[in-house]
T-cell receptor
Framework: DGGITQSPKYLFRKEGQNVTLSCEQN?????MYWYRQDPGQGLRLIYY?????DFQKGDIAEGYSVSREKKESFPLTVTSAQKNPTAFYLC?????WGTGDDEQFFGPGTRLTVL | AQTVTQSQPEMSVQEAETVTLSCTYD???????LFWYKQPPSRQMILVIR??????QNATENRFSVNFQKAAKSFSLKISDSQLGDAAMYFC????????????????FGEGTQLTVNP
């Protein structure tokens, strides 16, 4: 079955530690995205990538880093510079030059808690 | 920059009745796409319905339909014959019709509306 996987489902981090969230897709999509979701708020874009070895900052990129070495993978690192990292993180993917109303497909998410 | 506003943080509806969720957006673009996503308690995001700005006809998907008012920049979602399984957070989202290297095909989301369905 095609889809997006994220791991781990739950992640706990001590203050001052970097952690990496995994996102893999087998949909052959060119574009991948990372969103952050806080209680009572919508999804905010952290980073996105439209092609291997290239990515763009979203609205809240500070304290985060990404890489796109393979089309299928788009890991997100939450660094110690991120002041309030406790949140729910969603990865998504989509094609870019389709019919225009192509949907973004989402993974199941990772819940990150800083202890 | 585009913005999306959902002014109803919470809504409730009786099972089998109809409910309408509101969404307004701000853009200077002439071509764009609008989406409604559903996030049930599992937190898995699911596409409910989509609409292209150039299409006059309102989109429908079974019990879900939209009222797209382009001049008013309004994109409301109507759920008919509400079912218990419709209980979820609903997000309205905007996508540009002119994706490029800087904007990509990114979505801009509203804050969400939590829908409760009462038996």
């Amino acid at each position: 079955d095609g889809g997006i996987t994220q791991s781990p489902k739950y992640l706990f981090r001590k203050e001052g530690q970097n952690v990496t969230l995994s996102c893999e897709q087998n949909l052959n999509h060119d574009a991948m995205y990372w969103y952050r979701q806080d209680p009572g708020q919508g999804l905010r874009l952290i980073y996105y990538s439209q092609i291997v070895n290239d990515f763009q900052k979203g609205d809240i990129a500070e304290g985060y880093s990404v890489s796109r070495e393979k089309k299928e993978s788009f890991p997100l690192t939450v660094t110690s510079a991120q002041k309030n990292p406790t949140a729910f993180y969603l990865c998504a993917s989509s094609i870019i030059w389709g019919t225009g109303d192509d949907e973004q497909f989402f993974g199941p998410g990772t819940r990150l808690t800083v202890l | 920059a585009q913005t999306v506003t959902q002014s109803q943080p919470e809504m409730s509806v009786q099972e089998a009745e109809t409910v309408t969720l509101s969404c307004t957006y701000d853009t200077s673009e002439s071509d764009y796409y609008l989406f409604w996503y559903k996030q049930p308690p599992s937190r898995q995001m699911i596409l409910v319905i989509r609409q292209e700005a150039y299409k006059q006809q309102n989109a429908t998907e079974n019990r879900f339909s939209v009222n797209f008012q382009k001049a008013a920049k309004s994109f409301s979602l109507k759920i008919s014959d509400s079912q218990l399984g419709d209980a979820a957070m609903y997000f309205c989202a905007y996508r540009t019709g002119f994706p490029d290297k800087t904007s990509g095909s990114r979505l801009t989301f509203g804050e969400g509306t939590q829908l409760t369905v009462n038996p």
